[in-house]
């Protein structure tokens, strides 16, 4: 079977630091590309991060210089290294594949696998 | 960034009704929408990509249309399980989402 499963997440005061894991089985980390969801309380979806199969990743610029997203091939396994954490960093983190179509000549990207996703709350 | 609105925000309807949830973006994504069930407590649900293509295991009762601007994700006969939050998503450049439109049993 195919899925995705987050953990790491918790109670964590404001400033400090957590790291996420996303064990990933049925599909390769590295030659997928790989994302983390999150979604505050009550709140819609924001994709913080994306690390592509050849190493290039991105942030949204509300966690730009806070948070690193990296994986462990040999355990198939994402991570999201979270510092300096503030309170509107509370959320569910879900890790998400991202896959494509081709469609005429045209790639269209979407999230087709999420794991079930792990509650940070960051208070004091 | 692309901004993407949803409405209606919230929608009640009844089993075996029609409904039709609208998101438009704040410029032109082509054909790069995607829509995503969400029920309480669990992960979104990929159902609709590229705009109207189905999503492998998703009822066929579940449709989308639109390009550039204005997408609109219909559901032809509600059933009880379609009782859940949806979003939109544009995959043109970064990724946003809509705010959610909330679907309750009138």
């Known amino acids: 079977e195919v899925q995705l499963v987050e953990s790491g997440g918790g109670l964590i005061q404001p400033g400090g630091s957590l790291r996420l894991s996303c064990a990933a089985s049925?599909?390769?980390?590295?030659?997928?590309?790989m994302s983390w969801v999150r979604q505050a309380p009550g709140k819609g979806l924001e994709r913080v991060s994306i690390?592509?199969?050849?190493?290039?990743?991105f942030y949204a610029d509300s966690v730009k210089g806070r948070f690193t997203i990296s994986r462990d091939n040999s355990k198939n396994t994402l991570y999201l290294q979270m510092n300096s954490l503030r309170a509107e960093d509370t959320a569910v983190y879900y890790c998400?594949?991202?896959?494509?179509?081709?469609?005429?000549?045209?790639?269209?990207?979407?999230?087709?696998?999420w794991g079930r996703g792990t509650l940070v709350t960051v208070s004091s | 960034d692309i901004q993407m609105t949803q409405s209606p925000s919230s929608l009640s309807a009844s089993v075996g009704d029609r409904v039709t949830i609208t998101c438009r973006a704040s410029q032109s994504i082509s054909s790069h929408l995607n829509w995503y069930q969400q029920k309480p407590g669990k992960a979104p649900k990929l159902l609709i990509y590229a705009a109207s293509s189905l999503q492998s295991g998703v009822p066929l009762r579940f449709s989308g249309s639109g390009s550039g601007t204005e997408f609109t994700l219909t559901i032809s006969s509600l059933q009880r399980e379609d009782f859940a939050t949806y979003y939109c998503?544009?995959?043109?450049?970064?990724?946003?989402f809509g705010q959610g439109t909330k679907l309750e049993i009138k």
């Open positions: 998503q544009q995959s043109y450049t970064a990724y946003t």
């Open positions: 998400a594949r991202d896959r494509n179509t081709k469609i005429a000549v045209a790639e269209y990207w979407y999230f087709d696998l």
């Open positions: 049925g599909l390769t980390v590295s030659s997928s590309y």
């Open positions: 690390t592509y199969s050849d190493g290039t990743t």
